[in-house]
């Protein structure tokens, strides 16, 4: 392996260790599988796709989210959108996704 390409995926690792970390998961699993999952749920978040509330799976990640502070929401959580601590996370989850392709 060339040293320029172990750079490359080490900084990938460090930065997805990170986010593993600050979301307070166990990183024994595929980390790069779980912040692209949740990376596909943020994106629900932020268009606000109401019909995604039928999604248990989905209304999990919403419940967990406003219970960790990286959403608020009004009278119902189903009108849930990212907190600032999301969008700097978000940040870090886009950079992945930029140095995975």
Known sequence: MNQELFEHWSKEYVL???IIEELWFCSCW???DIIINIWKYL???KKQDWKEYENT???FFVYW???MWYTEHGTTI???WLSSKWK???KKID????LIK
Request: glycine share 0%.
């Open 88 to 90: 700097k996370l978000l």
């Open 78 to 80: 189903r009108c849930s």
């Open 30 to 32: 595929n980390i790069y």
């Open 16 to 18: 997805a260790q990170e």
């Open 65 to 67: 989210a406003d219970t």
């Open 57 to 59: 799976e989905y209304m």
């Open 43 to 45: 994106q629900i978040l």
């Open 95 to 98: 950079k992945i996704n930029n």
